[in-house]
């Protein structure tokens, strides 16, 4: 094994071949310009990074960050406005996509987009959530479903899968009890007023292109004036799941794919497996 | 078919030791550091010399501490020659 | 200067909005103020451009208020009372974030689902609280329908020019009375963005971002402060009160909103019978006229405060006057209207020790 060591001054690892590659020219993956450039808060292998970088590349690769208005839930990614330099509005808990509606309302031709977990956006948000839906705004709403609620300590979501335990349901999920998870996007994939739908996730890096061609979707389409666009990121919470990261990737392929495959619900204004036309 | 010959900088300091970047990769060339950083983490470092330059750790990093490179050889075009007293000099450009 | 026209209280609300240049009405249906949505989806849209939409729920409108206000518009939404308490986490975060908005409670009979028919119920949710935190609105209440009217350019001048909520504090018999009114011009819709704003960052500005989020306790208490310090220069400068007959008063009639044209028949009626009687009225309730009130306490017998609710402003009344003078008062509750003939008999019963 070949340590590498750091220099005090840069705190990147020392390259070893005989000529550095490690140029400008070289470069072929870099933070993106959008993205702040200040450490982020999120526990160690969370998906809430991936997300946040994606947005941001697209919104860097399409040239709109002058033009963009972004909503942040309240959850985990409270903070969201921290992280990219663009201007936010940070919502109450479950309101983002009401506040989304506000903004893109009186500004029609801006590109705005809302950010929410689970309990904000299937939970307390769930009428904000399905009227938004339903009334069709031009906006992307993207959904991070990580089957628990993570700020507030790991509680029960309405995602949480049935058998899984939470701080709210220490023996695991019982129907009887708690109901079945709730498919909220399998639900306002049906809406004629929702005109893409889909489900990605960022654990591999091939899920990680798909879910970047997902959200460059979510913006681009907001110019057609279609109808809503809507990108649920299925990922990972390893800290109330209490395993580690990697962990917590290969338990999420086993279990939390299974019940929301990923893939399309919703390819622009038709539902895939109706084969008919809205 | 040309040789790709890469490599990666990571900013160790922001690193939390997910390992999410040494399970992406394919050629297996990250590993853990026994040294902690400052944050008390436990840091991720080059263990092989065998980078392709696939971005695969970076794509899948949540915090985006990581710059890739990638290299290629250059397929080169001779454009003109000219003379001077002292030989031939030719003039290549990269394409 | 336009015609009298005979409009109904909400309708003219409505139309005021229209013409104050109003970018966006966000609202939800409830007696007795869902004429002022459907006044405005008729053809507010086509006359000036703005958006106009009947959201699925009050919280849905005050949080579509929240998210255009930080976009730097004029918003306005209504609501009575149930509506408005559904509203309070919104509230809460709108002041916190110091957006400017025009709120509207068209006030009914409570507590609970309780009635269509008018009340003052609400003054306690208006002027000290209803949402949580140290925060305060700006509360008008009118007591005519003109005021209706003039109230709305006025509150959102105000809204913007202290970056705060504004309420409209009215009632069920206001907002469905008819009275003449005269109407503005109209202002066109503002096209300049204010530099806070969240409308998209260009390269020559930082971003903007709306947040009541201050997680860091000495950096809320900056922001408390400095709201405070924003309370108190609103509280020098924005007064406003109105007074009837009060210079040779040796009683003062006080009150609110449409109970303050009934104190003032009541005052004429009380003068018939040489009980020389005033009427005082503020009509901004936040900020308080705390110090107009203790100075005719120094001229007077007795403040009768009238309220359609249990009593809620006369306890700013009593605070103003500090002791010196006694303090009464009549309510009526349910959404009973008060009488000028029982408002003279309580201050007969209270004042003139004897009843005729």
Redesign the interface.
Known sequence: MNEKTMTEEQHFADVITEESICTNENLVFDRTETLIDTPMHYCPGCGHGVAHRLIAEVIDELGIQDKTIGVAPVGCSVFMYNYMNIDMTEAPHGRASAAATGIKRVLPDKYVFSYQGDGDLAAIGTGETIHTCNRGENILMVFINNGIYGMTGGQMAPTTLVGMKSTTTPFGREVEVMGNPLKITELIAQLPGVYYCTRVAVNSPVNVRKAKKAILNGFKYQELKKGLSFVEIVTNCPSNWKMAPVESNKWMEENMFPFYPLGDLKIPGNLPKAGKGE | MAKV???I??????C?????C???CPQESL?L??KL?SKG?HYI?????NCT????C???????I??????TKKKTEKIATISNVTGDITVMVNS | MKELKLMKGNEALAEAAILAGCDAYFGYPITPQSEILEYLTQDARMRTGMVVLQAESEIASINMIYGAAGAGKKVMTSSSSPGISLMQEGISYIACAELPCLLVNVVRGGPGLGTIQPSQGDYFQAVKGGGHGDYKLIVLAPSTVQEMVDHVKLGFDLAFKWRNPVMILTDGALGQMMEKVQLPDQLPRSTEDPDWATVGKPKTRERNFITSLHIQPDQMQEVNLHLQKKYRAIENEEIRFDTFECDDAEIILVAFGLVARICQKAAQLAREKGIKVGVFRPITVFPYPYDELNKLADQVKGFLTVEMNAGQMVEDVRLAVNGKIPVEFLGRMGGIVPTPEEILHKLEEKFVGETV
């Open positions: 010959k890469g490599d900088l990571i900013d160790i300091e922001k939390k030791g997910c390992e999410l040494a399970a992406s590993e550091s026994r950083n983490y470092v080059k263990i092989e010399d330059g696939c971005t695969n970076a794509l899948v990093c949540p915090d985006g990581i710059k890739v490179y990638r290299k």
